[in-house]
């Protein structure tokens, strides 16, 4: 198996229902931020989010945010989306999966890094040994960076851009 190759892809974070975590074994959720609970950069989580959060927590699954972003733009959204976080987590790196393991006192094999990246969430992952969820993102980014970035997934994943609710 790949190391760019997730457990399994869905549509969006929403996706994740009890059946997909009960057939998978999941009862932790390090949860990407941007594109993946947020449209990149905003200081909202996307629409859907806190009902999703409450149906998880209603479940007993264990939930932190891991992104690569700052603390200046990881602390807001994450307090106020009810959930610990950890920012700069340098991900294909393991070292923020590492600790947000640590701090909800998971082990790898119930755990499971949702996100929108190939070469950062779901490689680091990967390399860490927990499952991975691809999740598409809520919106394609037309920066030269992402736009270059995506291009490259390609070669790894082929995604289905048409479902995506672009703005």
Do not use: C
């Not at 932790?28 to 806190?50: Q, R, W, Y």
């Not at 600790?99 to 949702?114: F, I, Q, T, Y």
Request: hydrophobic share 45%.
């Amino acid at each position: 198996m790949s190391a760019f190759a997730p457990t399994v892809s869905i549509n969006s974070v929403l996706d994740i229902d009890e059946k997909l975590l009960d057939t998978y074994g999941i009862k932790v959720l390090l949860l990407d931020l941007d594109n993946t609970l947020s449209l990149h950069g905003s200081p909202m989580a996307e629409k859907g989010i806190f009902e999703w959060l409450s149906k998880m927590k209603s479940l007993d699954i264990k939930m932190i945010v891991i992104s690569n972003n700052t603390n200046k733009r990881v602390k807001p959204l994450a307090e106020a989306l009810g959930l610990d976080y950890v920012a700069n987590g340098w991900k294909p790196f393991t070292f923020g999966i590492t600790r947000g393991l640590k701090r909800l006192n998971a082990d790898k094999k119930h755990s499971a890094m949702v996100g929108d990246q190939l070469f950062t969430d779901i490689l680091g992952g990967n390399i860490k040994g927990v499952k991975t969820i691809l999740v598409e993102p809520f919106h394609i980014e037309k920066g030269w960076l992402f736009v270059a970035k995506r291009g490259l997934e390609r070669l790894f994943f082929k995604r289905d851009y048409s479902k995506l609710n672009n703005k």
